[in-house]
């Protein structure tokens, strides 16, 4: 007999852990890092294995953004976890540079939070040490797609899933029948990676419901959008800043830059792209051919960097970025994080908000009480690094550039699947109950929204 756990990603759209046991020991598929209000992210400093519940043995990531991996140094430095961690190659070199990130930047912004003293914890910690995250990177197996790892729950697959680079759904094959974990779907059709590959067959299917009550505006052409925004911010000599996540948004939105520009639709503008761990990413976007899409081969094969606007800077220190916000031209500005949580977009906000010829771009999802979901929703003023800050800029979202799929490309990837049980995940409980809503009329399995917490047998 075997069961799943539900210990993060339920009810909100972060913190992604599934705990599968029974086989020849428990294994944790998803790893990741609650995001969010103060109420959500305090759940990081939890211990998700109830009383009742085993570590791990194995461990088993679908991609490597920080809400489904951030908390494996957690894992490995509390925990003292000592097992294989198994991916994709190229989720395990977008790990290596996004562990020891993560690590520095909590360490960062507590060493912010008490030289400023607006830290409710006395003194404010990071969550885990660098060399956590190192010890982490020693424990990682990388696979390749569509070959099969065994585990201690089972045989493992790995398919791609269109979301970022490296991300796949995981097939597992259990004593009890097949789960498969869709991580996060991408969507078709869109630049640099390849298309989704839908399941072939489960028996339980866990699907994220991000977008699961909602549409991308169907027929909205997303380069479109972009021009407009560059347009504007270019006629009033304003920056566009856009909070972007480092890995997935931020390539795509190089490659339509770039595009655009070659198409003679807008200005050659100063593009700044200040994170670091973005820029290391897109040196691994070129790197993984494997995952390119047919768009991207062909501009390699004619000498084309796809991902290079003709004016692009990097801003890898600090200082380089505090130089940034000096700068009186018009530009754009490429800065993580996506949701506004942290890193360096906050002091970008924070020094472009108050004036009108500026614009804010948001182009990914907003989980609620983040400060991105605070400027979307229409805030007039907002608190930064605990000082208030007046919204005089535009601010809009783009949702055509959302990397998540939507409710009907959801439908899309269940496909002929069939599933016994379907439990959504990864989803705010109002598209939670949509995405279930639309499900029922076309499969005849039971759909579930489980609570962390919850067990369900397989």
Avoid at 360 to 370: D, I, L
Wanted: charged share 25%; proline share 6%; aromatic share 6%.
């Amino acid at each position: 007999m075997s069961s799943i756990r539900f210990l993060g990603g339920t009810d909100t759209v972060t913190g992604s852990k599934f705990l599968v046991e029974g086989g020849r020991g428990p294994v944790l598929v998803d790893c990741g890092m609650f995001q969010g209000p103060r109420q959500v992210k305090d759940l990081n400093w939890d211990d998700p294995f109830f009383s009742q519940a085993p570590l791990p043995e194995e461990v088993l990531i679908t991609h490597a953004h920080i809400d489904h991996t951030g908390w494996l140094p957690r894992l490995v430095g509390t925990h003292r976890f000592d097992g294989p961690i198994h991916c994709t190659s190229a989720t395990a070199d977008l790990l290596a540079i996004m562990l020891p990130d993560s690590a520095r930047l909590q360490k960062e912004n507590a060493d912010y939070a008490n030289k400023k003293g607006y830290s409710r914890h006395q003194p404010a910690l990071p969550l885990y040490s660098e060399e956590d995250a190192r010890r982490t990177l020693t424990l990682l197996r990388p696979a390749g797609y569509h070959e099969w790892v065994e585990t201690a729950g089972g045989r493992a697959r790995f398919s791609y899933a269109g979301h970022i680079l490296g991300s796949a759904h995981i097939a597992l094959d259990t004593d009890a029948g097949r789960i498969v974990f869709s991580g996060d779907v991408g969507r078709w059709d869109v630049p640099v990676l390849k298309d989704p590959e839908p399941p072939t067959g489960a028996d339980l299917l866990l699907i994220e419901s991000t977008y699961g009550g909602r549409s991308h505006q169907e027929g909205v052409d997303p380069d479109s959008g972009l021009e407009a925004v560059i347009a504007k911010v270019a006629g009033r000599d304003g920056v566009l800043v856009i909070p972007a996540f480092s890995i997935g948004r931020t390539q795509e939105i190089l490659f339509r830059i770039r595009a655009l520009e070659d198409a003679g639709r807008i200005p050659e503008l100063p593009v700044i792209l200040d994170s670091p761990m973005a820029i290391d990413a897109t040196e691994q976007y070129a790197r993984h051919h494997e995952e390119h899409d047919l768009e991207v081969k062909a501009l390699e094969a004619g000498g084309v960097n796809p991902l290079r606007p003709a004016r692009l800077e990097f801003s890898h220190t600090v200082d380089e970025s505090k130089a940034v916000n000096r700068r009186r031209e018009a530009m754009i500005v490429i800065s993580a994080s996506g949701m506004a949580t942290g890193g360096r977009v906050p002091h970008h906000l924070k020094r472009r908000l108050p004036y009108p010829e500026n614009l804010v771009a948001f182009v990914g999802y907003q989980a609620q009480g983040t400060l991105g979901r605070e400027l979307v929703d229409g805030a007039n003023r907002v608190r930064i690094h605990g000082e208030d800050v007046e919204v005089v800029a535009e601010v809009i979202r783009l949702e055509a550039l959302s990397a998540h799929a939507d409710q009907g490309e959801l439908l899309r990837w269940v496909g002929e699947a069939a599933p016994r049980k379907i439990a959504l995940v990864h989803g705010e409980d109002d598209g939670r109950e949509a995405f279930a809503e639309a499900l029922r009329p076309e499969f005849s399995g039971e759909v579930i929204l489980p609570a962390r917490g919850d067990v369900v047998a397989i």
